[in-house]
């Protein structure tokens, strides 16, 4: 039995589509564009939108304006602060925000005497406590407003210092 005959497709040349590659990567690059556009968007969206933008404005405070050029926002800078209770500080962890409060070294003035010295302070380190008197307390570092530390200073020579978590 012979084969039987091919079928009767015509031969016909390649199919050449203009600029097909071309226009898949311009494409491409424009939809590239577009998204990358969108993340920006969005990114600075959420950076403004963010509560760490907000408690960075809440924390940094402006100086008084000086006799020469524009006030500027106050440099932030890290304080080292004794905390009396060296129990307390082993709480902290870098980035929990707290309260400073310094009250009387004399346990005979009155309740009264205990004022708030640093409110919002970044907590950016809590060395390990050393051997020492118990009594010594814990040392913990600060992000705060130069001004604040030198307020933080001063009444971590003249008062006890705690703190309250934010």
């Known amino acids: 039995m012979p084969a039987p ?87 902290l962890r870098p980035g929990d925000r707290v309260d400073v409060i310094a009250s009387a070294n004399s346990p005979s003035a009155g309740s009264d005497t205990a004022r708030v010295v640093a409110m919002n302070a970044r907590v950016t380190g809590v060395p390990a406590v050393r051997g020492g008197a118990p009594d010594a307390g814990a040392l913990v570092v600060l992000a705060v407003p130069r001004e604040t530390a030198r307020v933080l200073a001063g009444a971590g020579t003249t008062s006890r210092l705690a703190v309250t978590l934010c």
């Open 5 to 91: 005959e091919p079928g009767g497709v015509p031969l016909f040349p390649p199919l050449r589509v203009r600029g097909g590659r071309q226009s898949l990567r311009r494409a491409m690059r424009r939809r590239r564009r577009a998204v990358a556009a969108g993340l920006a968007v969005t990114a600075a969206a959420l950076a403004v939108s963010s509560p760490q933008a907000a408690e960075r404005t809440q924390s940094v405070a402006t100086p008084a304006p000086r006799e020469r050029g524009p006030a500027r926002e106050a440099a932030v800078v890290s304080a080292p602060v004794r905390i009396a209770d060296a129990e307390t500080v082993r709480l």
